[in-house]
């Protein structure tokens, strides 16, 4: 089974701060994608990043895909409050239906 | 709509009964998943359909789990003799292309009292 584990569980920053949130695993990944999901709603995917050593930015949102495609980060710059949620990573192991780290929630404080 | 819909999306039952749970993709979505939720957690894998192959059935947990999919669209995701243990969010998630993303419904809150 290939996991991805996710670290910190829980980030609980004040407004202005800068955080990095990490998805590792010991299974190389086709591909990763990051997902930010909202207390009673479904995730909503942020990117997909598909090539090792690959960098996206999405405003103030950094997303890295490590050069061995094992693990991904996501650099959030300057936190709002409206960055609080649950960040999930998710890969693909082979097969269409994604298999899900554990999660991060964070809590960006006013 | 325009987005997947699930219902109900919350249900409360008893301990032994059955649930049904029910998913309508997106228009002209060929794949459509089932996951689960345990609080704060990731997603766990359940079934997978994709056009009129076979489902993958491979992350379901026991055999009182069973889904269909009716007519490439909609699909029932069912549950016999509910254990406390199931109680999660069941989120239903549909694909257009492979290459696509996959969208999420707002998923169903099952609890078993």
């Known amino acids: 089974t290939q996991l991805l584990e996710q670290s910190p569980q829980f980030l609980s920053i004040q407004e202005g701060e800068n955080l990095t949130v990490y998805c590792n695993s010991s299974s190389v990944f086709s591909s990763l994608q990051w997902y930010r999901q909202e207390p009673g709603e479904g995730p909503v995917l942020l990117v997909t990043v598909v090539t090792g050593g690959e960098v996206k930015k999405l405003k103030r949102l950094t997303f890295q895909f490590g050069d061995a495609r094992k693990d991904s980060s996501l650099h959030i710059t300057a936190a709002q409050p409206g960055d609080t949620g649950l960040y999930l990573c998710a890969g693909e192991p082979g097969r269409r239906a994604l298999t899900f780290g554990s999660g991060t929630r964070l809590q960006v404080q006013p | 709509g325009a987005g997947v819909s699930q219902s109900p999306s919350n249900k409360v039952t008893e301990k032994g009964k059955d649930v049904e749970l029910r998913c309508d993709p997106i228009s002209g979505h060929t794949a459509l998943y089932w996951y689960r939720q345990s609080l704060g957690q990731g997603l766990e894998f359940l079934i997978y359909f994709q056009g009129n192959s076979a489902p993958d059935k491979s992350g379901l947990p026991s055999d009182r789990f069973s889904a269909e999919r009716t007519g490439g669209s909609v699909s029932t995701l069912t549950i016999q003799r509910t254990q406390q243990e199931d109680s999660a969010v069941y989120l239903c998630?549909?694909?257009?292309?492979?290459?696509?993303?996959?969208?999420f419904g707002d998923g169903t809150r099952l609890s078993i009292l």
């Open positions: 998630a549909s694909q257009g292309l492979p290459d696509q993303p996959q969208h």
